[in-house]
């Protein structure tokens, strides 16, 4: 009888387990890969979809050389202009991982003048921010006077 009751209840439990059957990482994983895999798409304009296996990458597999080329990915995404990712702040710290945590990456080099570049036009943005807050509020001062005499 109990053969036939482990007969009976046996596809029920494996039918049931079936739903929680892990979903392998794209390209099986493989960290040079799944960056080929990203650059592929963001030269085809799916840019979204490399972000995503870019990030994949880094944080599984952050101690590799295929985690310094996904750094580089994904800063190049965040600086191109043509992207719908176009994000000067996001780029800026992509590129500064990769100078600190691979700095024997052949990417160092070009990754360098990024960030400094980028470290600059932020530094300007802010300045800029500072400059049209400060003009405002001598306009809301003299407007201010204005009013008094």
């Not at 592929?40 to 295929?66: F, K």
């Not at 992509?94 to 700095?103: D, I, K, Q, V, Y």
């Not at 990754?111 to 003009?135: C, F, M, T, Y």
Request: glycine share 6%; proline share 6%.
């Amino acid at each position: 009888m109990s053969v036939l009751r482990a007969a009976l209840v046996m596809p029920v439990l494996l039918a049931g387990c079936g739903r929680f059957v892990m979903k392998p990482p794209p390209e099986g994983g493989d960290p040079t890969r799944l960056v080929a895999q990203a650059d592929e798409l963001a030269r085809n304009g799916s840019q979204a979809e490399a972000r995503a296996i870019y990030r994949e990458v880094v944080r599984h597999h952050s101690q590799t050389p295929a985690a310094a080329d996904a750094l580089w990915g994904l800063g190049r995404l965040y600086v191109d202009p043509d992207s719908k990712l176009r994000d000067y702040a996001s780029a800026h710290v992509a590129f500064g991982r990769l100078l600190t945590e691979h700095p024997d990456s052949p990417h160092v080099a070009e990754a360098r003048a990024w960030h400094a570049l980028l470290g600059e036009l932020l530094r300007a943005q802010e300045d800029a921010k500072q400059v049209k807050n400060d003009l405002e509020r001598l306009k809301q001062l003299d407007m201010k006077q204005e009013r008094h005499r």
